[in-house]
């Protein structure tokens, strides 16, 4: 069984960081990509970041490139998503899913099948 929980949100003021962690089990990082998410009141679900199988590639939405940061650790089964200079707007519930890497990049909430609970972030002006 696939499971997926996304972790370590909280309250930062803006321009601090934050790091959040995705614990998965049920799959192997070898073949599955990670998605980060994020969805703010009111918005629809917006694609955060996306680490290719073993870490080799990531993508980033527009929005937080050069400040974002995804990662993962096969040994740990765990996919990390580093966020720093953090803004107000940045504030959401983030969660984390995943799909089958066949190579491309994922940054569309139908292109995964797995999904864990959120954790929420708030960014304070």
């Known amino acids: 069984e696939v499971q997926l929980q996304a972790f370590g949100g909280g309250l930062v003021q803006a321009g601090g960081s934050l790091r959040l962690s995705c614990a998965a089990s049920g799959f192997s990082f070898d073949d599955y990509a990670i998605g980060w998410f994020r969805q703010a009141p009111g918005k629809e679900r917006e694609g955060v970041s996306c680490?290719?199988?073993?870490?080799?590639?990531?993508y980033y939405a527009d929005s937080v490139k050069g400040r974002f940061t995804g990662s993962s650790d096969k040994a740990k089964n765990t996919a990390y998503l580093q966020m720093s200079n953090l803004k107000p707007e940045d504030t959401a519930i983030y969660y984390c899913?995943?799909?089958?890497?066949?190579?491309?990049?994922?940054?569309?909430?139908?292109?995964?099948?797995?999904w864990g609970q959120g954790t929420q972030v708030t960014v304070s002006s």
């Open positions: 899913a995943a799909t089958y890497d066949y190579g491309m990049g994922y940054l569309l909430p139908n292109d995964y099948y797995y």
């Open positions: 680490i290719g199988s073993s870490g080799g590639r990531t």
